[in-house]
């Protein structure tokens, strides 16, 4: 019966000895309201999970909202003027209102923007010129050739 009382247990390699555990002596035990902790202790893990998913939900729903109030910032370009006026009449709790220094930035990145167009142009007409003088070179060297002469030359050509 002593060996009842004992089991081995296998634990990644360790092998050792333990008392056995009825279960039925657990049971006994518990007290009665445990299930109920169990039961609170489960419903405010939930909870918590619920609010942590529900917090990073609204943070995104948030980062959503910048990111698209910003683009119709970056969208419509309109004079300060209409924008004053349109802000006055909407009496929205967001105004879209560009301040002279983001205008500024944005006038600047137009400029930047259209430099590097100016120059990606010019270097297409300089690469469009090389193809032209190549092509006129190549149709200048097939124009040269005998065979588009007299009959004779061309016989005279290929015995040389």
């Known amino acids: 019966m002593a060996d009842a009382d004992w089991e081995v247990c296998e634990d990644n390699g360790f092998v050792y000895k333990r008392r056995r555990r009825h279960l039925s002596s657990l049971v006994g035990r518990l007290p009665a309201d445990s299930a109920e902790e169990l039961r609170r202790s489960h419903r405010a893990r939930k909870k918590r999970c619920l609010i942590t998913i529900r917090d990073r939900y609204q943070r995104e729903l948030e980062q959503w909202e910048d990111l698209s109030a910003s683009l119709f910032r970056l969208a419509s370009p309109t004079p300060e ?34 430099t590097i167009f100016r120059k990606i142009s010019d270097l297409c007409n300089i690469v469009d010129l090389f193809c032209e003088t190549q092509e006129d070179r190549l149709t200048q060297s097939l124009l040269d050739l005998p065979i588009w002469g007299s009959p004779r030359a061309l016989m005279r050509s290929l015995c040389d």
């Open 81 to 114: 003027t209409t924008s004053e006026a349109r802000t006055s009449s909407l009496a929205s709790p967001r105004s879209f209102h560009l301040s002279p220094p983001a205008i500024d930035g944005l006038i600047l990145e137009l400029e930047t923007q259209e």
